[in-house]
Every structure is written in structure tokens, then in C-alpha cells.
């Protein structure tokens, strides 16, 4: 788990009665304060659930040099074109 020592930043946050209740049974049962139960809380809430792998570059397409027929004859378009449909219907048999 990762540990934050860091700066602190006020905020306030709702809470139904209960789960209030609960949690302050809980931080005088541990002797913490309300704020250092609901930030352990949140630590193991985050522990659980991390945050997606980020890329480190945006996905770009390839340039439209790279992609295409350019430069291919009507009949090497029309062989290529034969061809995928034949990998095309090995995948799906």
C-alpha cells in the first residue's frame, strides 16, 4: 500500500447517519480520529482499485504514406483483396 506523506487538504464530505455512526464506533474502537480512519479507509479502497497503466505516448495512426493501395495496379489491389477474404474465412471455420 502506498504510503502518503504529504501535505494535507481540508475538505468536507457527506455521510449518511449510519455509515457516521459506524465509522466513528470504529475510530474510537481504534483510537484514531474520524479523518485518520476515513484515510486509512481510502487508502485500502485505492489499494484495491489502482488506477489504468497510462501509455507513455498517446496512440497515433499510422500516416496515410504507410496505410492503403497507393501505388498498387487494379490487379495486385484486386489479388490483396482475395487474399483477406481467404484469411478472413480460415479465422472463423
Request: aromatic share 8%; with cysteine; proline share 6%.
Amino acid at each position: 500500500m502506498e504510503v502518503y506523506n504529504c501535505r494535507m487538504i481540508k475538505t468536507q464530505i457527506q455521510l449518511p447517519d449510519a455509515l457516521y455512526r459506524d465509522l466513528k464506533r470504529l475510530a474510537a474502537t481504534k483510537e484514531w480520529s474520524l479523518a485518520e480512519t476515513l484515510r486509512r479507509a481510502a487508502e485500502q479502497f485505492l489499494a484495491r482499485h489502482p488506477a489504468p497503466a497510462t501509455r507513455a505516448l498517446p496512440w497515433q495512426p499510422p500516416s496515410s504514406d504507410a496505410v492503403g493501395w497507393r501505388g498498387l495496379t487494379h490487379e495486385e489491389v484486386h489479388e490483396r483483396a482475395l487474399e483477406d477474404m481467404e484469411f478472413s474465412s480460415e479465422g472463423r471455420a
